[in-house]
């Protein structure tokens, strides 16, 4: 299957700590992969992507790397702010047009 | 920078009711999806269009219909509403191929009654 494996929420944590938000996907073909992140009461907005292996997106501080032996494409943040609260996406596509699959996203909560 | 519109923003209904959620996307993409958000569910693909012309299931169809109207509409119709179908409802739209991002509208928070 093409499915998108990701770690339960909530995650609270103080600012400045270091987070991490694992995802695994199966490993059916060549997917890319993204991390969306969803603010309270907007759409999905693109975080990063990779495309293939070993690739490593990053913007706004976030970090993925694209991990073909353990299937994953885990999120890293070496210093959360309160303004990254939010809910986090992990997704993949497979080709051409098809549709990206989503994991079930993780809710994080910063506090000052 | 409107990128991809969704209106009405909030609607309520009444069980049996019909309803069109509209879809506008300006970035002159190929392909747009429609999704529902629930708590703990993610988000599920309800439909998509991979072109101007077509159209196909996603993960939960039943209970709706879409049009691809033109290349930038993409509209998702329920014809009966049911309690069920209390959602928040995406639309999206990618240029196509597998490194193409997707962008979002805002949403619509549709509650059946």
């Known amino acids: 299957g093409n499915s998108v494996t990701q770690m339960e929420g909530p995650v609270t944590l103080s600012e400045e700590a270091f987070l991490t938000i694992n995802c695994t996907y199966t490993a059916t073909g060549y997917p890319s992969l993204f991390w969306y992140v969803q603010y309270p009461g907007e759409g999905l907005q693109l975080l990063l992507k990779a495309t293939k292996a070993d690739d490593k997106g990053s913007n706004k501080g976030f970090e993925a790397t694209y991990r073909k032996e353990t299937t994953s494409f885990h999120l890293e943040k070496g210093s959360v702010q309160v303004s990254d609260s939010a809910v986090y996406f992990c997704?993949?596509?497979?080709?051409?047009?098809?549709?990206?699959?989503f994991g079930k996203g993780t809710r994080l909560s910063v506090i000052a | 920078n409107a990128g991809v519109t969704q209106t009405p923003k909030f609607q309520v209904l009444k069980t049996g009711q019909s309803m069109t959620l509209q879809c506008a996307q300006d970035m002159n993409h190929n392909s747009m999806y429609w999704y529902r958000q629930d708590p703990g569910m993610g988000l599920r693909l309800i439909y998509y269009s991979a072109s101007e012309g077509t159209t196909d299931k996603g993960e939960v169809p039943n209970g709706y219909n879409v049009s691809r109207l033109n290349k930038r509409e993409f509209s998702l119709r329920l014809e009966s509403a049911a309690p069920s179908q209390t959602s928040v409802y995406f639309c999206?739209?990618?240029?196509?191929?597998?490194?193409?991002?997707?962008?979002f509208g805002d949403g619509t928070r549709l509650s059946i009654l």
């Open positions: 997704a993949r596509t497979f080709s051409g047009n098809t549709p990206l699959v």
């Open positions: 999206a739209s990618s240029g196509g191929g597998s490194n193409q991002p997707q962008h």
